[in-house]
């Protein structure tokens, strides 16, 4: 499963992503909601895990 995590903060950013590849699936993790947008924009992913308290910049 292609899994795209917009996460801001790398201590749930990283052992997330890492739990998830440990399962096999491939993960790309975005910064903040500008870069996740250009993720979804430009490549197709199975499922997308979004902080919905992102900072505002």
Do not use: C, T
Not at 29 to 52: P, S
């Amino acid at each position: 499963m292609r899994i795209l995590l917009v996460e801001d903060d790398d201590r749930i950013a990283q052992p997330l992503a890492e739990g998830l590849k440990n399962e096999h699936h491939v993960v790309e993790i975005a910064r903040d909601g500008l870069e996740g947008w250009e993720y979804a924009r430009g490549a197709e992913f199975d499922l997308i895990l979004l902080d919905l308290m992102l900072p505002k910049d």
